[in-house]
Structures are given as C-alpha cells and as structure tokens.
C-alpha cells in the first residue's frame, strides 16, 4: 500500500458510512412520493426553486401574479394547440380542476400558442373543458425552450409539461408529457404539495 492512500477496507468502510449520510430517513419520509405515467416520471428539481414573480394573461381577459397564488399548491400545466398529446391531458386537468373547487389546489394550463387569443379560444372550446384556468403566453416570457432567449423561468423540456408548486411556494419538479392525473400516485403527489 502506498503512503497517503487508504486501503480497500478503509475505502470500503469509508464509502457506506457516506452512504449513510448520504440517505437520510427522515429525509425520505418527507420526499414527494413517485408518479409515473405513460413512458414519463416526475422529475425532482434540485435545487428547488422558489415560485417568481411572473405575470400570467388570463384567456378570459385580465391578468395575476404568479406569486399571489404562494400559500396554495398549483399544477402549472404548458400546453399548445398543435400538440396531440395536449389534446388528451387537458380533459384530464378540466376534470382534476373541478374535483378540486373545494380545496385550495390551483390547476393553472398556460398556452404556448403563438397565434392569437381568438385561435386559443376556439381550440378550447372544441375540448368542452370549462373549469380548467387557461392563461396564455405568446411570447414566451413564463417558459421557454431557449432561457437565454426570454429570460423564462420555466423550461419546456417536451409538451405537454407541468409543473408541481408547493404550497410554501417552492417547484417541487415536473411531469413531462400527458398523465394520468387521477391515478392513485398522482393523488398521493398532490396531497403532498398540500402539506410541504
């Protein structure tokens, strides 16, 4: 053994005890729960992140902070008419929305359209989902595909993608592509963004 460098049992030794650091139990119990669907998994952000600033256009009309919405946990969907996948989560979401009225989960589905208002609407209409909170973001300034290009805090890692917000404001993670959200995993990952 050469001087300075530590044997294979004190290396052993020395790596499970990190490992035992490493994993954390009380950690663990407090980690969101595992959601899968389709070919896709719920991402972890690490670090997390805490909710911005962010102004979000209202398909009705109008316009709210992002951030006012801290305190409640929110599913912030992107989405765009083009994408077929799309056009089955959003049911999905319209029905989750409304399941929800009496609790404080916000189900927010932002459009990445970049035609007009009247285009978004008709596309909306076509799906008969009326309870779902659709905003839009034509010019990319909420999510991006490109972060240099807008300065966007969220990224589009695929479409559709959605974003879980802890009700202490932080973004837990996301769910690229559509998902099942009423599969008894989903529940379970909203129920934790309700308490963390």
Not at 37 to 64: E, K, V
Not at 78 to 100: G, K, Y
Not at 147 to 166: C, K, N, Q, S, V
Request: aromatic letters at 10%; one cysteine or more; glycine letters at 8%.
């Amino acid at each position: 053994m050469r001087p300075g460098l530590p044997s294979r049992r004190g290396a052993l030794i020395g790596g499970l005890a990190a490992a035992a650091v490493w994993f954390d139990p009380a950690a663990a119990a407090t980690s969101p729960p595992a959601f899968s669907s389709g070919r896709y998994q719920f991402t972890l952000l690490a670090p997390q992140r805490m909710l911005p600033s962010i102004r979000l256009f209202r398909l009705a009309g109008g316009s709210f902070d992002l951030a006012a919405l801290r305190g409640r946990p929110i599913l912030l969907n992107f989405w765009a008419s083009w994408c077929a996948a799309c056009r089955v989560e959003l049911p999905v979401l319209d029905r989750l929305s409304q399941q929800t009225t009496n609790r404080d989960l916000r189900v927010i589905a932002v459009s990445e359209d970049r035609g007009s208002r009247d285009q978004v609407s008709r596309f909306i209409q076509s799906l008969a989902i009326p309870n779902l909170a659709v905003c839009l973001d034509p010019n990319g300034y909420v999510a991006h595909t490109d972060p240099d290009r807008t300065g966007a805090p969220f990224a589009l890692y695929g479409m559709p993608i959605t974003y879980l917000i802890a009700r202490s404001g932080g973004i837990v993670g996301y769910m690229p592509g559509a998902a099942d959200w009423t599969d008894p995993a989903a529940e379970a990952l909203i129920a934790y963004l309700q308490t963390a």
